[in-house]
């Protein structure tokens, strides 16, 4: 039987998930999208998460990877994009581990997405630095040094004529703007050399939905990094959630295993559920 975790990306408009064959980086069972509720604060997420994880045969110990549109520091959301600002501050780790009854482990979007293309896609066996931007209605970002994840990293939001750049160069921003692909393939350009000088990456890796029409504008831009197109898509979130919570569980059993505990080493669940009533209680 193959080994699974659950994934689950939570957008501004859809909440998505299911579960993920952790042998091939595929998803074991169809994915269900449910809509955002609106307005998207903490408790009306978290039902729907859970109303969710509960459409699926779950088993009580596959841990369930979350993505949230955040800044995520320690399971708490720092920033809050695409959902409520209520959001700032809320323990998305504890609140969606209460709520659901399982493990969950919360990570941010663009983060999850990297580490799917890391594990299974365009980053696989790559050293260096490895950055994965998504091209989307903003930029995201996910930064890896020799496949070790340096999270929360917002490179859409470096500067470029004196704003964020993806109000410059996002895949929204050739739409709204009607910019035919030579011309946003110059604004990505600039870009993208301005990345370049300043992290000196091994490979690019560009993501979000319009990376499926990479044929149009990558093939337009001038280098010295590789750059190539994801290849797990609108897919990513969901399996690289899924990747990120069967790490963080594993870690939890060895730490619970070294601790001589063999009590929480059957049941590293355990471990989880009473870190989270610790951070309820304060």
Avoid: C
Avoid at 181 to 191: M, P, V
Avoid at 226 to 249: C, S
């Amino acid at each position: 039987m193959s080994k699974q975790a659950f994934g689950i990306d939570i957008g501004g408009s859809g909440i998505k998930g299911a579960p993920v064959d952790l042998s091939t980086g595929e998803l074991a069972a169809d994915r269900l999208r449910i809509e955002t509720p609106q307005p998207s604060t903490p408790d009306a997420v978290a039902d729907t998460v859970a109303e969710l994880i509960s459409s699926f045969d779950v088993a009580p110990d596959m841990p369930v990877g979350v993505t949230f549109p955040a800044v995520i520091q320690a399971g708490v959301a720092q920033t809050a994009a695409n959902v409520d600002d209520a959001w700032i501050g809320t323990d998305v780790d504890a609140l969606l581990t209460e709520r659901t009854g399982h493990d969950v482990f919360v990570v941010n979007d663009a983060d999850a997405a990297g580490i799917a293309e890391m594990k299974f896609g365009a980053g696989r066996k790559s050293t260096g630095v490895v950055l994965v931007i998504t091209l989307g209605t903003g930029v995201g970002s996910a930064t890896f040094v020799d496949g070790t994840l340096v999270p929360n990293t917002e490179l859409g939001h470096v500067l470029l004529h004196g704003d964020s750049a993806e109000r410059y160069m996002a895949s929204s921003i050739r739409e709204k703007e009607d910019l035919d692909w030579e011309t946003w393939a110059a604004r990505l350009q600039e870009y993208f050399s301005h990345i370049e000088f300043l992290f000196s990456p091994t490979r690019l890796i560009v993501g979000g939905g319009v990376s499926k029409k990479h044929k149009h504008f990558l093939p337009l831009l001038d280098l010295k990094s590789e750059i190539v197109p994801a290849k797990l898509r609108n897919e990513a979130g969901i399996v690289g959630a899924a990747v990120l919570a069967h790490r963080e569980e594993k870690a939890l059993r060895k730490a619970a295993k070294k601790a001589g505990s063999s009590e929480n080493t059957a049941d590293a669940a355990g471990a989880k559920k009473e870190k989270t009533k610790t951070k309820a209680a304060k």
